[in-house]
């Protein structure tokens, strides 16, 4: 069941594979190896199979990335916390029977 490619190329196809599976173990021994001899790299190996880390760990190893982050998180912040306040003005507006610019509305006839 070659798939007419002949045994020269199964046999490289082989070889290949052993070297990809082996560099594949060895890579998974080395990330066991860190998390059990160097205690600061569990998050970053917990991260691989999460997909998140804790603050302080950002902060100390990706600093850019982290601040970046935080830049991203105070405009949102800022953004939400703008939207609440137009929200509640526009709401006294309403409720105050104005337009919101101080001039009463006026109900069927004009001044």
Same mark, same amino acid.
Request: hydrophobic content about 45%; charged content about 20%.
């Given at each position: 069941m070659t798939f007419h490619f002949g045994t020269f190329f199964v046999q490289w196809a082989m070889v290949v594979h052993f070297v990809a599976v082996g560099t594949v173990v060895s890579g998974l021994m080395i990330h066991a190896y860190m998390v059990a001899v160097f205690p600061e790299e569990r998050p970053a190996f917990y991260s691989m199979i999460t997909g998140l880390v804790d603050? !302080?760990?950002?902060?100390?190893h990706h600093f850019k990335w982290w601040r970046e982050v935080k830049i991203l998180q105070r405009v949102e912040e800022e953004q939400d916390a703008l939207a609440k306040i137009e929200k509640e003005l526009q709401y006294v507006a309403n409720s105050r029977g104005s337009?919101? !610019?101080g001039q009463p509305v006026t109900a069927g006839r004009e001044r």
């Open positions: 603050e !302080l760990y950002a902060f100390r337009t919101g !610019l």
